[in-house]
């Protein structure tokens, strides 16, 4: 029979079951089919097709019906039964330092401190005489063999001997401690009277000699004298950045603290269409600058084709868990009086989130040690109180990293609405050894509680810190649903009653994520008008026994219905 133009047009309305109306002639540009198709949407958590006109969803449905909006320049994308799901969404990492970690010496897979300082000096043969050698991702709960310790670190002495003409610095995985040797301690000044710095430690050997152990801000005494990287140098990084989350699947990304020169140099690049990536950048606290700079400036979204949003800022409370730099309101288990950092002083953080309230501006700040988390919450309702006027904005502050929480602050989380960005890795990378910092009974009641969390109603935005984890979202899930190491370990997870389920897992790397950054409406899940944005993977992830979530692959990566990782032409 003839199709009359009334007759398509309310073909077209019936296309999906919410009668959207498209336009009578409109056909899609790509078309998804026959795979398992993951939308996050409640009311239709799976389609069978999907039609994508330009950068947006076109249309969900059934198959039959998305085919009806096949025109003669129509691309069709068969799944062959592969799994596509809302573009994924890495929820707190670091763009520019993945990409220079690359350009790095990767001490990430060293079994001791003797393999790792030969990969130091294997470069420093190869690097003029004077010039800084910089390793990081070294572990040392994670070796097999232990060497000397002071304060549960090894000391530079090893290090010096092997490299003695190079100024050296060893990043521990975390970021939060480091090692330097000899060379570098005398370019930095660092000696036996030298001061403590506020918020971290010149860790001392027990004759009150500097071991070259570096904790928290005491890094700032030496990073200030390495050589600034040139322009090519950080865009070589950045795009190094990119091509690794194009091809881990990854969609959107929640940059944790940039820089004024990084912010500009992101909007450089984004004007020539160079980032791609839904780039979501909070901005760094420390500068003061910049920050009354957007303030005045006002909250930037969805710039350059929605590939860059500023909006948000980034604090530190405390440190890190590894480090013994995690602010805690009891003593650490292993460490009888140390109690962790507090590394921004709170009336300057209590400063900067009125300010930032008041702009409008989102906070998220670093705190993992319950002291740290109590005093945030604590900053986070004064501000409510005292700074909100007839009615409460629409804030949506962050917790980033949360992995400890005194009990009685659980709840609080969700009343206040604040958002935890929580990397389940880190739960799988940590767990071994966090006992012996925390002890069973706040390990069992406060730290990595995601289930707790969950149903006392507060959003888990998930992610990787990358590069302190690798950047593979699937291990994240895989830590979300197993509560189990990598390896595998233990049979059953650590505190299995903790474990997200899989459908809350897939929702804290897209929905929640995008709402944790204002774009709920745009991105997150499969639903019509929303940007294509579609991560597909080699196998089902939600079905597939939990032994083999690891082994899954991106086979495509979309972003704005464009195609920037595929594996079939994968180098």
């Given amino acids: 029979m003839k199709l009359t133009p009334l007759f398509l047009f309310f073909l077209l309305i019936s296309v999906n079951s919410k009668a959207q109306t498209i336009e009578v002639g409109t056909f899609a540009d790509q078309i998804y089919f026959n795979g398992e198709i993951y939308t996050m949407d409640d009311n239709r958590p799976m389609v069978e097709a999907v039609a994508v006109k330009a950068d947006s969803i076109l249309s969900v449905g059934s198959k ?21 799901v809302p573009g994924l969404i890495e929820g707190h990492a670091h763009l520019f330092s993945i990409g220079n970690e690359l350009l790095a010496v990767d001490l990430g897979g060293t079994k001791s401190y003797e393999e790792a300082i030969k990969k130091v000096a294997e470069k420093a043969k190869s690097t003029p005489k004077g010039e800084w050698v910089i390793a990081t991702g070294w572990h040392h709960d994670k070796w097999i063999t232990q060497p ?50 506020d918020g971290g430690e010149i860790v001392l050997d027990l004759n009150g000699e500097p071991t070259g152990i570096l904790n928290e801000t005491a890094g700032d005494l030496v990073y200030k004298y390495l050589p600034e990287p040139t322009k090519e140098n950080v865009k070589e990084a950045i795009i190094l950045s990119l ?9 959107g990304f929640h940059d944790a603290g940039s820089g004024g020169y990084m912010v500009n140099l992101y909007e450089e690049m984004a004007s020539q269409n160079l980032i791609k990536l839904r780039l979501y950048v909070m901005l760094r606290g420390t500068q003061p600058e910049l920050l009354e700079y957007c303030f005045k400036k006002g909250i930037q979204e969805n710039l350059y084709d929605n590939q860059l949003t500023i909006r948000s800022i980034k604090l530190m409370a405390d440190g890190a868990l590894g480090s013994r730099g995690a602010w805690l309101l009891e003593e650490y288990t292993d460490a009888p009086g140390e109690h962790g950092h507090n590394v921004t002083p709170l009336e300057d953080i209590n400063k900067i989130v009125n300010n930032a309230y008041k702009n409008g501006f989102q906070v998220g700040i670093h705190a993992i040690g319950d002291r740290a988390t109590r005093e945030v919450l604590d900053i986070y309702e004064s501000t409510f109180k005292t700074e909100s006027t007839n009615s409460s904005k629409d804030a949506r502050f962050r917790i980033e990293h949360a992995q400890h929480f005194d009990p009685a602050d659980i709840l609080r989380v969700a009343e206040l609405d604040v958002i935890l960005a929580m990397q389940a890795i880190h739960m799988s990378s940590d767990r071994p050894w966090a006992i012996d910092r925390l002890g069973e009974k706040r390990i069992t009641e406060g730290a990595y509680i995601w289930q707790t969390l969950l149903k006392s109603g507060a959003k888990i935005v998930n992610g990787t810190d990358a590069p302190v984890e690798p950047l593979n979202p699937m291990a994240g899930f895989y830590a979300s649903v197993s509560r189990k190491t990598l390896e595998g370990m233990p049979d059953g ?33 499969i639903e019509v008008g929303k940007w294509a944005d579609f991560t597909i993977l080699d196998r089902n992830i939600m079905t597939i026994p939990e032994n083999q979530i690891l082994e899954t692959k991106v086979v495509m990566t979309i972003i704005g219905g464009e195609i920037v990782f595929d594996d079939k032409k994968a180098d």
Avoid: W
Wanted: glycine share 8%; hydrophobic share 35%.
């Fill in 64 to 84: 039959e019906g998305i085919m009806k909006l096949k025109g003669d320049k129509t691309q069709l994308f068969d799944l062959k039964g592969k799994t596509m």
């Fill in 148 to 197: 000397t310790l002071i304060n549960g670190y090894p000391t530079n002495k090893l290090l010096s001997a092997a490299v003695p003409d190079h100024p050296v610095i060893l990043v521990h995985a975390s970021g939060h401690i480091i090692i330097i040797n000899h060379k570098a301690m005398d370019i930095a000044g660092i000696n036996s009277k030298t001061p403590q710095p």
């Fill in 243 to 251: 091509e690794e989350c194009f091809k881990n699947g990854i969609t």
């Fill in 493 to 525: 997870g650590y505190e299995p009653l903790q474990k997200m389920t899989r459908n809350q897992a897939l929702r804290s790397y897209t929905l929640d994520a995008a709402y944790a950054a204002f774009q709920e409406n745009d991105k997150g899940s």
